[in-house]
């Protein structure tokens, strides 16, 4: 059983920056692939990015590449998503999850969910 908690959203002017973290309990963090994902008013829950559970791979989104990154620190049970040059349109809540290698986009794939962190970018 793993449970995760996210935390380090807010409030950011687009061009702004923030870091996720994904605080992970359980003994079993370390062999689960970790993701982002995210929900838009209105809108159907999307993959962000993803890293297996070696850190040494990634996956993400067209629409962030190059501007989110993702990684892990398996020794603090800990993933992130480190945002920058933010848009309005990454406005959303934010949820970790956690999933078997090999990674897909589908919200199909997590076994276990964060609550969630709001995430707003002002123009």
């Known amino acids: 059983q793993v449970q995760l908690g996210e935390s380090g959203g807010g409030l950011v002017q687009a061009g702004g920056s923030l870091r996720l973290s994904c605080a992970a309990s359980?003994?079993?963090?370390?062999?689960?692939?970790m993701g982002w994902f995210r929900q838009a008013p209105g809108k159907e829950r999307e993959f962000v990015a993803a890293i297996m559970w070696s850190g040494t791979r990634t996956r993400y989104t067209d629409s962030v590449k190059g501007r989110f990154t993702i990684s892990r620190d398996n020794a603090k049970n800990t993933a992130y998503l480190q945002m920058s040059s933010l848009k309005p349109e990454d406005t959303a809540v934010y949820y970790c999850?956690?999933?078997?290698?090999?990674?897909?986009?589908?919200?199909?794939?997590?076994?276990?969910w964060g609550p969630g962190t709001q995430v707003t970018v002002s123009s």
């Open positions: 999850a956690a999933g078997p290698d090999p990674v897909t986009t589908s919200t199909l794939w997590p076994k276990y």
């Open positions: 359980g003994r079993t963090f370390s062999s689960y692939a």
